[in-house]
């Protein structure tokens, strides 16, 4: 009896060795139980609708693509845990983990073992700026792209030469208007003339206005919310100051053009992309509708478009080597959910993310 | 030079609104030494209403001016209803409590009325008509000030002329200075005690009215939530001014306008606020009762 077990235990793990040897191990962590399960639970069915896809037609590399799915609860401590279980089963890249915290503490233990990382909704501008994760992309765009975008519009579209920086002394708009100064000031190409907080819910900004007027800036760079927007683009108007009025995802709100109205016309802010005319997001949608009968949630399309970039790396790499994965993800351009991306030498997506609108006629137009 | 002017009136429009939202604490404090803290959202229902009544008005194919003056007085009303119907049910009961549960009581009145419009309406902002029609002033003028500060300001002084007239002149305005010096004694000589405080409250009311109205159409945007920020700053220039002192809440509310307009304009607007309020601790340690306070003696 002993000898029969034993002999089965011996047969099983030889087969569990062999078979591991004959597939591509994709790791997915995230929190998949607790509050915020919402949140991770769509990047792992979009795990698993492209895995289910590319098995059906053969795999990669001739191989099966078999998951490693994680809790981590978004709990950094957990994370960690995580991480090293996903190690151990010996996964080849990982898409995960779902909140900066946890990712940034999972984050070392993937870079010691050399895999490849991928989060569909980790922000936090470090985790890929600080260079200390070499083996950490995201295809969602980083808090500070948005920034990015408005201030190289306004250095190389708009051509402006002084702009005045304003926000509303809030975590969102000061980041914001933080990280607009910092690109202008690395620019070199534009002088900052003013950069002050004004108070939400005050009663006029005149005052400001008067010396962003003053100050001769040809662009206002504003970080925080529609409310203070609408004010500001209305006193603009009225004591006539030509600065461009330049925003962020806050203002891009329908009440903006609501509340502002006629002044709100040919101001410019950044917003997220307008995914509905990329097909491959459609399809997937389509294809999570017909698997689970639901819409697909936060980060569906960005876990997605992850999933398929880690196995599309794999297989023009055309090995699970580290070396060469990391650098067909900084090479190759992949067609996602969210665009045709492939990743800058910090980790970040090109072409994900952000794009500037305008307001024409009482409406959002996106500027190409 | 321009600039200073620029800021001047900056200063000016804002402090005449805070003076015209101060006059309703002032008042009220004066006779029943009650800091009414349900006024902002006085302030606010007056431009909710106002909000309403311009909606329909434009249905009807009104416009301009005479929705201004419509929405205006409605506005009036209601709001005045408002100030009415609070100091009856919050306040006329606790007049001889401990001077405590009034404030608390009004303290809840606030919160309530907060809650009540942002259940009943939305907790949105929305889009107030920019009625004050907008004339194009010539071109360094234009820069100092517009049609709709100009409105604000007229408004104001006649707002302010007018009352001041009623309390010095008028029987009613006889008996409120009566009421407010020593309300036992006013009545022992016939005044209707009660009555006058009503008004008082009435009359706070309608000027926090006007007041939000104005500011509604100056900024062009409502929400549940204006009359916390305004009844604050207008509660600082009242206690600035020295409480109870009517032209005490004129003077305070100016200094405040052109305090923040200053601090704004030639510090930073970061600092906005840290200056006007440092300027109240300032203000109240070297004169507790406020500039025009009288310090009373306590009454035994």
Redesign the interface.
């Known amino acids: 009896m002993t000898v029969l077990l034993s002999t089965l235990a011996l047969l099983l793990s030889m087969t569990a060795t062999g078979f591991a040897a004959d597939t591509i191990k994709l790791g997915v962590a995230g929190p998949h139980s607790g509050d915020l399960a919402p949140y991770g639970i769509p990047a792992m069915r979009a795990a698993q609708l492209v895995v289910k896809q590319v098995n059906a037609n053969g795999g990669i590399l001739g191989k099966q693509v078999e998951l490693l799915i994680q809790d981590d609860q978004c709990k950094p401590e957990i994370a960690t845990n995580t991480a090293t279980k996903l190690v151990t089963d010996g996964a080849n890249v990982v898409l995960g983990h779902i909140c900066s915290g946890a990712t940034k503490a999972a984050l070392g233990i993937y870079k010691d073992a050399k895999i490849p990382v991928m989060s569909p909704s980790a922000t936090n501008p470090p985790l890929t700026q600080s260079g200390d994760y070499p083996n950490f992309f995201r295809t969602i765009a980083s808090d500070d792209m948005q920034a990015k975008m408005a201030v190289d519009f306004a250095l190389n579209k708009l051509g402006v030469k002084k702009i005045a920086i304003l926000h509303d ?1 809030g975590d969102y708009g000061k980041g914001f208007a933080e990280f607009a100064k910092k690109f202008v000031e690395e620019s070199g190409k534009a002088e900052i003339v003013l950069f ?4 939400p ?8 206005i ?2 962003v ?2 100050n001769d800036a040809e662009a206002l760079i504003f970080g925080g919310y ?2 203070e927007a ?2 500001l683009v ?1 006193q603009l108007a ?3 100051v030509k600065a461009a009025f330049i925003s962020d995802d806050g203002v891009k709100d329908d ?1 903006f053009l ?4 006629s002044a709100a016309e040919g101001a410019y802010m950044t917003g997220p992309r307008d995914l509905s005319k990329i097909p491959l997001n459609a399809e997937a949608v389509a294809q999570f509708k017909a698997e689970y009968g639901s819409e697909p949630g936060a980060f569906f399309q960005e876990g997605y478009a992850a999933a398929l970039a880690l196995l599309n790396a794999i297989q023009k790499a055309g090995s699970t080597d580290y070396d060469a994965v990391t650098n067909a993800l900084r090479t190759q351009y992949v067609e996602t959910p969210v665009g045709k991306i492939k990743f800058d030498a910090k980790g970040d997506a090109e072409g994900v993310g952000f794009s500037v609108y305008t307001v024409k006629n009482g409406k959002f137009v996106e500027l190409q | 030079m321009d600039y200073f002017l620029e800021l001047f009136f900056g200063g000016l429009t804002r402090g005449s609104i805070y003076a015209l939202i101060a006059l309703g604490y002032t008042m009220v404090y004066g006779i029943i030494q009650l800091i009414n803290f349900a006024h902002g959202e006085i302030y606010m229902i007056g431009a909710f209403v106002a909000l309403i009544v311009a909606g329909v008005c434009t249905i009807y194919g009104l416009s301009g001016v005479s929705i201004l003056i419509l929405a205006g007085i409605v506005a009036v009303i209601y709001a005045s209803a408002y100030g009415y119907t609070l100091e009856k049910i919050a306040y006329r009961p606790l007049r001889d409590a401990p001077r405590l549960s009034p404030l608390i009581s009004a303290i809840g009145m606030s919160i309530f009325l907060q809650n009540y419009v942002l259940l009943a309406q939305t907790p949105d902002f929305l889009p107030f008509p920019r009625l004050i029609p907008e004339f194009a002033f010539m071109e360094p003028v234009a820069y100092i000030l517009g049609s709709p500060e100009l409105v604000i300001l007229v408004t104001t002084l006649v707002t302010m002329i007018l009352l001041t007239l009623l309390i010095k002149k008028t029987k009613i305005g006889k008996a409120m200075r009566a009421t407010q010096q020593d309300m036992n004694m006013a009545r022992l000589v016939g005044v209707s005690v009660d009555r006058i405080i009503s008004l008082t409250f009435v009359i706070g009311s309608a000027l926090a009215a006007i007041g939000g109205v104005l500011v509604a159409s100056y900024i062009g945007q409502v929400n549940f939530y204006i009359g916390f920020l305004a009844g604050v700053k207008a509660f600082t220039a009242a206690v600035l001014g020295g409480i109870g002192s009517i032209s005490g809440a004129v003077l305070g509310g100016l200094i405040l306008g052109w305090a923040e307009s200053f601090a704004a304009g030639y510090i930073s607007s970061d600092y906005e606020d840290v200056f006007t309020f440092g300027l109240l601790v300032l203000i109240l340690i070297l004169r507790p009762s406020g500039i025009l306070g009288k310090s009373t003696k306590q009454k035994v």
């Not at chain 1, 002050?196 to 108070?199: C, H």
């Open positions: 002394k002050e907080g004004i108070t819910g005050a009663m006029d900004y005149s005052s400001i008067q010396k007027r003053r529609h409310p609408s004010k209305s009225r004591k006539r009440s609501k509340v502002a109205g």
